[in-house]
């Protein structure tokens, strides 16, 4: 069988990526997941057949099919199987508790839930909670590849894919309580992986160790679907062990790789580090915060210089890079714009442009920008200011065009490379009886870059402990979620036009951190 792209195929559209590779290189590997290979005929056969199935089932363009999964080949399967067949691809977390996956299946709203066997437990308890039925299928070849369930409302005929249709639904905290699923299409993918191969290219020979996790945007487009678009082989890792990860390096003999500040400063801190021979890695790519200097340093005494990134979801991601090169040159920046990416610093209070020298929002244009928060229009259009998406990040910009990211107009803080909104965090904790009110805030943490620090007030004559208010917690947020610290407060701290004053909690935060008195009254 041979794949080949057919005249009324997009020109972006990402599945024929997939069948044209098979076509060219059909027994190169393209998959190395837990040791078990797969090459680009077998990639490409079993996604053509599933995304048949999806068809013949009457699924088509508009439709949407949720996972729950951990990086695997199944997985990747899935993802292709729905770029053929021009379905909306929906990743779900699985760090998530039952109550959190609930509101993201009924956000998702997908056709088809698939599930990888060790989350069927998490999915069977989120269902449950759903007043409406969720098809749940199981991953894999005994699963959905053998059997695709029929529609409930099938689409009268199938249309070519487009470059306009959905391809991934990523759930990403903004500043609100609910997470909002970013919309990428065909087109928002493939410009974001040109701009990459322009910048940080990858080829046939690369190994590519990709150990995000798939329900993360980076997981997709911050090398590996490029590395499937050259013939490149990726190696999948289910989750991040610092020894694992640096045997993988040596004896997969990796080339780039990608990860957060948090997986390269634990890999410099495994036993293993020194002995490990990472020869083969030519390329370090970092992502999800700014890498403090040392830790660049103790890469580059490797001969690992590391390249820093900065991006968000809704720009798919890639926005700012800085090559490993200049990294002594610009300590703690994070670059210039990838190609086919313009951005511009503005003035957060009257929105007008800043020019050279200057410390102002960041704001972001291209082909790679989102469609839009999935089913939210006002988010949106919050989030837009005509074709200029808004970061809510705070950057200065030098005298040579290279950025710094100063602070985060938002509030989310990062945790290990994961966007947590302190008002997701404060939504849960007020779940519980004895709790009146509640803020959180992001400290630095060495291992982690920022932990969340949550003040929280009690009711009137409650008695409630801080171990209670961190089980109630585990108990309703993933772990990252969940803060290091809690402080009792007689009120929480308001501006004068009856805001939350977080930044005298986070001075606060820091000074605690700092070994001062354990309790304060604000």
């Known amino acids: 069988m041979t794949w080949e792209a057919g005249p009324s195929d997009g020109p ?18 393209a998959i190395d997941d837990r040791g078990v290979t797969m090459d680009y005929a077998t990639l ?27 990086n695997s080949a199944d997985h990747v399967v899935a993802f292709f199987a729905c770029a053929l067949a021009g379905l909306a691809f929906a990743p779900l977390s699985w760090r998530l508790t039952p109550r959190e996956l609930t509101d993201l299946i009924a956000r998702s709203d997908p056709a088809i839930l698939l599930a990888e066997d060790e989350y069927a437990a998490l999915v069977g308890e989120a269902v449950r909670a759903l007043d409406t039925g969720v098809v749940v299928v199981a991953l894999g070849t005994t699963g959905v590849e053998a059997s695709v369930p029929a529609a409930r409302s099938p689409r009268a005929a199938a249309r070519p894919v487009r470059d ?3 391809l991934l639904i990523i759930f990403t905290s903004g ?4 997470p909002k699923g970013v919309v990428l299409t065909h087109a928002n993918c493939f410009w974001n992986n040109l701009a ?15 150990m995000l996790p798939q329900f993360h945007v980076a997981a997709w487009n911050c090398q590996p679907l490029l590395a499937w678009w050259v013939g490149a082989t990726v190696v999948l890792e289910r989750s991040f062990q610092p020894a694992r990860a640096l045997q993988l390096i040596s004896e997969r003999r990796v080339t780039v790789m990608m990860g957060v500040p948090t997986h390269y400063a634990l890999l410099a801190a495994d036993r293993e580090w020194s002995s490990t021979d990472a020869s083969s890695l030519r390329v370090a790519l970092v992502g999800g915060a700014t890498m403090p200097a040392s830790l660049q340093d103790t890469w580059t005494r490797r001969g690992i210089p590391l390249t820093q990134g900065y991006g968000l979801t809704e720009a798919a991601p890639n926005v700012l890079h800085l090559p490993a090169a200049e990294a002594v040159s610009f300590p703690g920046a994070v670059g210039r714009p990838y190609p086919h990416v313009s951005v511009r610093l503005v003035d957060p209070e009257t929105e007008l442009p800043l020019e050279g020298e200057a410390t102002g929002e960041l704001w972001v244009r291209g082909p790679s920008v989102f469609a839009g928060y999935l089913d939210d229009e006002m988010a949106t259009a919050a989030a837009m200011r005509g074709e200029w998406l808004r970061t809510g990040d705070l950057a200065r910009r030098d005298a040579s065009g290279v950025f710094r990211i100063v602070d985060r107009i938002k509030d989310i803080y990062i945790s290990g490379g994961e966007n947590v909104a302190p008002a997701e965090v404060e939504f849960a904790l007020a779940l519980h009886p004895l709790i009146e009110a509640s803020a959180v805030v992001g400290v630095p943490d060495p291992v982690w870059g920022e932990r969340g620090v949550a003040f929280v007030v009690r009711k009137a004559e409650a008695i409630l402990s801080r171990d209670e208010v961190l089980a109630h917690a585990r108990r309703n947020l993933a772990a ?6 809690v402080e009792f407060v007689d009120a929480l701290p308001r501006s004068t036009i009856e805001k939350l004053a977080r930044s005298r909690l986070r001075a606060l935060a820091r000074r605690l951190q700092e070994g001062e008195r354990n309790e304060h009254v604000i």
């Open 12 to 29: 972006h559209t990402v599945g024929r990526w997939l069948t044209d590779r098979a076509s060219q290189s059909p027994r190169r590997i």
């Open 44 to 70: 490409a056969l079993r996604a053509s057949d599933l995304a048949d199935g999806f068809r013949r089932a009457g699924y088509g363009p508009g439709d949407r099919i949720a996972t729950v999964s951990g």
């Open 164 to 166: 306009d249709d959905a």
């Open 175 to 178: 500043s609100e309580a609910a």
């Open 196 to 210: 990459l191969a322009s910048a940080v290219p990858i080829g046939p020979d690369d190994v590519v160790l990709a």
């Open 480 to 485: 990252f979620k969940v803060p290091v610290r």
